[in-house]
């Protein structure tokens, strides 16, 4: 396994994970911009535009463009973030030259009026679909609260009225802001022909004209999480189960805290064999009771996740909180830590050796911190993880205590909290 | 390419099958025991689901925590599953702990307590996720379509129905387990950086004593009416749409999937194109292929708001009524290279291509080789699966849909 970097003259950064012995080639371009680049008045359109790369350039037509990953056999597809929009293919390694050159053009779609206005209905629908499933949007509000006046409580999607309210020429001018190439990276995982890999570049991405991108970080700007703990009600009468998403503060992207953040969080809410797995889920007394740690750029946060009957939430809730101070006052033992190493050790090999798996980790790491980690890297890092860390951890970063909380469900609402009814 | 595939069958009837996947590090194995869902029983929706759940909670003087703890500090990850025709138990880790994980793993297969006190926390667990599933749209159109269009009971839902789970007692469990979690009719498939020899020494082992008998036949009853609207408050109307198709074991198997690869199956199909691409009607849009042993289903899924779910189901019918006699070469060209490249992709993951060589001995008795598989998708032509349309076109569909207002469904869709 082998690691490679190229730098065009435009600021477009090529990173590589090379595996020779590897069946496929996986191929993404990472576009450093997400819901949280977004204005008030383009809420949505990272992810709306994202869609309308798929509708053609000035040449490809949207149907030539589905025709030809089909003809290359690829699994393609794109995803959107808060700090992230991905475009990738994974493909048989000859095909690597056409599944490069065809995502490189894609990059510079035509942005056509009418396929805007088919798409947006699209994306209504899209609105719609997660409107009807759990958790009910009670993680966009969830996350809108705890994040307050900080960039990233923008959700992804946007809503109805953000969409509906989108001229065609605000995606224009934010693709030109955004997909500058100093503003993108093309990552490769698998059987890669890197020199090919950096030719195709050269071709298809040369030409593209750089603009300054801003600094995406908060410095010293608004704080998520909050001084108090917030508790919020969405009234779904129609939903069988209660659903509560809880969000507290945690250590961001940058911080070396994130490993141990995140075995803490596999040792308490793991969806097996964790604390709160044994305490709630193997009783039968939820549907889901989890926890996972989650890093952005510039901040951070442990995400609670429970599914449950409304009658029993309030009690779920506080004895969740009680699992979250019981192990910031004991601790967690050599043990428990050993077990939770082992089985976050044996998950990240299995991931490891998937090269459309591994293109997510490559990707995004290079456009957040401008490094590479191997798989024997984390294997390490968390190799070398002791009580010690983990207890800093819950020290930091305790998740007891200040959080915000959103239930959605059939619950009536209590007068008491902030009740908002479900939008419709 | 060049493929190392093994089986081997023991002497009380266990079929042992490996692939050995030398790029790899990791190891996968399944074991595919016959204690699936159509055994569950009148009123017993949900039997197999428990008695799974329950296999897990002690076995061979371990509890379930300590069975959990021995598996996920091996660094093993593992699932259960219960479907139609089997109760599955499959882990995959790396290499060398193979010889942690399959001591617990014929535990929980041959020795499991089933314990009393169990029973109730199992019995919940399987009740939270019942729940868990009404709150899903999709899934629920999806069940009550192969409830209805499956003959009984091969369409019943495997997560069981809850008031049957309600009422289940232990002794029902117990007989259960004993019943069908049995040699005869189990598959074991190991895939990954295996040494067969040794896979084969472990597995004779810890199963060759293994001497249970019995298994029940079912019998084939009603399937249910052609249609069904299920009222839900929900802002997306769910359609679903199913008719037969020959199961994977028939040769025209191919013929019939390709055919519906090219109707829903990638980003160029014709449900995409025209359906979501040049019509913005919905998201979500796919017709696909389902098969059980002796019978399949090709399935269409689209979810759509309520105004424009009438105009999508309209459209969805007319291009599935299109499909014989227009198929294009370059269509049949683009569901080969897919069907290459995903089939090639597999080899990349252990516990895929374990889950593959199981699925390919119980519908057929045999492995087929990779070069075989490809050949056969090679061997396609358009006026072969266009004769296969011709004595085979999509009719009596079952339509099912999901959300605050009934559609306008034909009374008989053929072409």
């Known amino acids: ?424 | 390419m060049k493929q190392s595939l093994f089986s081997t069958t023991l002497d009380n009837g266990i079929v042992l099958l490996g692939e050995d996947l030398p790029g790899l590090e990791s190891v996968a194995i399944a074991f595919h025991t016959p204690a699936g869902a159509i055994h569950d029983g009148p009123g017993r929706c949900g039997l197999a689901t428990l008695s799974g759940e329950m296999m897990l909670r002690g076995a061979g003087g371990r509890s379930s925590r300590q069975i959990v703890e021995k598996l996920e500090g091996s660094g093993v990850q593992w699932a259960q599953s219960v479907s139609t025709s089997h109760a599955s138990f499959a882990g995959a880790m790396v290499a060398k702990q193979l010889a942690v994980a399959l001591p617990i793993y014929a535990d929980i297969l041959r020795r499991p307590d089933l314990p009393d006190d169990e029973l109730e926390p199992a019995r919940q667990m399987v009740l939270q996720n019942l729940a868990g599933t009404e709150d899903d749209p999709a899934h629920r159109v999806m069940s009550t379509l192969r409830q209805l269009h499956y003959p009984h009971p091969w369409g019943m839902p495997s997560e069981g129905i809850t008031v049957d789970v309600e009422g289940i007692g232990l002794d029902s469990v117990r007989e259960f387990v004993a019943a069908n979690v049995r040699p005869q009719g189990t598959i074991i498939a190991v895939a990954g950086r295996i040494d067969w020899d040794d896979v084969v020494r472990r597995i004779e082992t810890l199963f060759g004593d293994w001497t249970i008998g019995g298994g029940a036949t079912v019998t084939a009853g009603n399937r249910g009416p052609r249609s069904r609207h299920v009222p839900h408050d929900s802002q997306q109307t769910h359609i679903a749409l199913a008719w037969s198709v020959p199961p994977y074991r028939r040769d025209e198997s191919y013929e019939a999937s390709a055919a519906l690869s090219v109707l829903g199956g990638g980003s160029s199909s014709r449900l995409f194109s025209e359906v979501r691409e040049r019509r913005g009607l919905c998201y979500s849009v796919s017709a696909g292929y389902h098969t059980l042993r002796d019978a399949a289903t090709a399935v269409c899924y689209s979810g759509t708001s309520a105004a424009r779910a009438q105009e999508t189901l309209d459209v969805m019918l007319a291009e599935i009524q299109r499909l014989p006699g227009t198929i294009e070469p370059a269509e049949l060209d683009l569901v080969k290279a897919r069907a290459k490249s995903a089939l090639v992709m597999q080899q990349e993951s252990s516990a895929a291509r374990a889950g593959w060589i199981a699925k390919q001995w119980y519908h057929l008795g045999s492995v087929r080789s990779l070069a075989e598989e490809l050949a056969r998708y090679d061997s396609l032509t358009v006026a072969s699966v266009e004769a296969w349309l011709a004595a085979n076109p999509p009719t009596g569909l079952t339509v099912v849909s999901l959300g605050r207002e009934p559609l306008e469904v034909p009374d008989e869709v053929s072409v």
Not at chain 1, 222 to 229: C, D, F, L, Q, V
Not at chain 1, 269 to 296: M, N, P
């Open chain 1, 1 to 424: 396994m082998k690691f490679r970097y190229e730098r065009l003259p435009n600021g477009l950064e090529i990173v590589a994970e090379v595996t020779d012995s590897a069946l496929s080639t996986s191929v993404g371009f990472f576009v450093k911009t997400g819901s949280r680049d977004e204005s008030d008045a383009e809420w949505g359109l990272s992810h709306f535009l994202e869609h309308m790369v798929f509708k053609g350039t000035a040449e490809l037509s949207a149907d030539e463009i589905n025709r030809r990953f089909d003809g290359m056999g690829a699994s393609a597809n794109a995803f959107t973030s808060e700090e992230d929009t991905a475009y990738h293919a994974a493909v048989l390694p000859d095909q690597q030259d056409e599944a490069t050159a065809l995502l490189a053009r894609m990059m510079r779609p035509a942005l056509r009026d009418d396929d805007f206005a088919t798409e947006k209905l699209v994306i209504l629908e899209e609105i719609r679909m997660y409107d009807d499933q759990p958790p009910f949007g009670a993680d966009d509000r969830c996350r809108a609260t705890f994040f307050g006046r900080h960039p990233l409580a923008r959700s992804v999607l946007g809503t109805v009225e953000s969409i509906q309210a989108l001229p065609v020429e605000a995606m224009r001018d934010y693709h030109r802001r955004r997909y500058s190439p100093s503003n993108i990276i093309l990552a490769a995982t698998g059987a890669v022909d890197f020199q090919g890999l950096v030719e195709s570049a050269r071709r298809w991405c040369g030409d593209w004209e750089p603009l300054a991108v801003p600094e995406r970080r908060v410095a010293g700007g608004p704080r998520p999480g909050g001084n108090a703990s917030t508790l919020e009600i969405v009234h779904r009468p129609a939903s069988t189960l209660e659903y509560a998403v809880r969000m507290s503060a945690g250590p961001a992207g940058d911080d070396d805290d994130r490993f141990a953040a995140k075995l803490l969080s596999a040792i308490l809410g793991d969806t097996s064999g964790s604390r709160l797995y044994w305490d709630l889920v193997d009783t039968g007394e939820v549907e889901q009771a989890s926890c996972h740690h989650q890093d952005f750029l510039d901040a951070g946060m442990f995400a609670t996740q429970v599914a449950c009957d409304a009658e029993d939430v309030t009690d779920v809730l506080a004895r969740i909180e009680e699992v979250y101070r019981k192990a910031a006052d004991e601790g967690i033992d050599e043990p428990e830590l050993e077990h939770n190493r082992n089985k976050l050790a044996g998950r990240w090999v299995l991931l490891g050796e998937r090269p459309r798996r591994r293109l997510f980790d490559v990707g995004p790491e290079w456009a957040h911190s401008g490094s590479y980690r191997s798989v024997a890297d984390d294997l390490r890092t968390i190799e070398n993880l002791s009580v010690d860390d983990v207890r800093r951890v819950l020290s930091r970063w305790p998740l007891h205590g200040t959080a915000a909380t959103v239930l959605a469900g059939p619950r009536p609402q209590d007068p008491s909290v902030n009740g908002v009814s479900a939008a419709q």
